[in-house]
């Protein structure tokens, strides 16, 4: 049996890569989705999608009996673990749960994989670009491969500590892991928490949009069905031991992307008599986020979705809906 075992798979870019997966000729015999359902997951993002080969099991990655239980039933040959807390703003105000899903819930699943290790088995750590830390300015030098893990805050933390033991079971183990580091998705279904997400809706109903600090921060903004190929291609075709990083299609500030996002509501039909309402710092804002692709794309092919093609696409879907 060829199985996968996709983690956090009711969320954000989790669900969208199943469904991703089920449009795809994949080789796998049984997708078997686990998530907790914590306030980021919902199941309704992947209900359509549920059948006899893609399977849903309500759990935590911490669960070590639960884990031994979907290794044993299903001898899951690889597994992509989207599974975490990912939202910087809550690792702020408790660290706790964070380094319970990102890092011991890395290792218990690590160590159920390698328990139950199958022959050409793979496990794909879905990690991020703040791995490497805040670049000073957006000019510099872009973090490749091998740059150093530098996190800056406490949710980028939990996801370096993560890598870092995963080097360690590769070292020790002759562990079958890869790492994807992909920089700020978007995209439908995404969680309301999240910058885009937030303005959408802030512009659609006329509420005014919070910006944190002068607005002056750099992102490099990625469209997640991009994201999945990237998974799927990485999942299916690299090395072992190997580690991608995923850029976007170019670096905006929060500022121009708010003011895009409001401009795009315009020449859609629909203008905006909200405020932007600049309000107080997050603490230890990192200025920016820079990486290098060179090495997914000199392996792999990718047509990256521009920003605002992606925009306007988000924007009309929810104008129709
Ligand atoms: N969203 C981004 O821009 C982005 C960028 C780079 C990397 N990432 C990484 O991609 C992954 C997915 O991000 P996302 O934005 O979809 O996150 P998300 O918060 O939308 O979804 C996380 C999912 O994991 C589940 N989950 C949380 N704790 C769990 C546990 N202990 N056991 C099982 N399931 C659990 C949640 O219920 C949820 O469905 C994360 O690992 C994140 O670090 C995200």
Known sequence: MNNILITGGAGFIGSHFVEYLKQQNHPYDKVIVLDKLTYAGNLD???????????????????????????????????VNFAAESHVDRSIEDVFPFIQTNYIGVQILMDTFKSNWQNEGRFIQIST???????????????NETSLLNPMNPYAATKASAELLINSYNNTYDFPSIIIRSTNNYGGLQNEEKLIPKVIQAVLNQRDIPIYGNGEYYRDWLHVTNTCEAIYQVTLKSKIQESYNIAGTGLISNIDLIQMIICLFKEAGHDYHGQLQFVKDRPGHDYCYLVDDKKYLSEFKMKKISLNTGLKQLIDSVLNT
Do not use: M, P, W
């Open 45 to 79: 993002r992947i209900r359509s999608v549920l059948d006899d080969d893609f399977i849903f099991i309500h759990g935590d990655i911490c669960n070590r009996a639960v884990l031994e239980e979907i290794f044993k039933s299903y001898q899951v040959k690889t597994v």
């Open 129 to 143: 670009d703040e791995v490497f830390g805040s670049s000073k300015e957006i000019n510099l030098n872009k973090n």
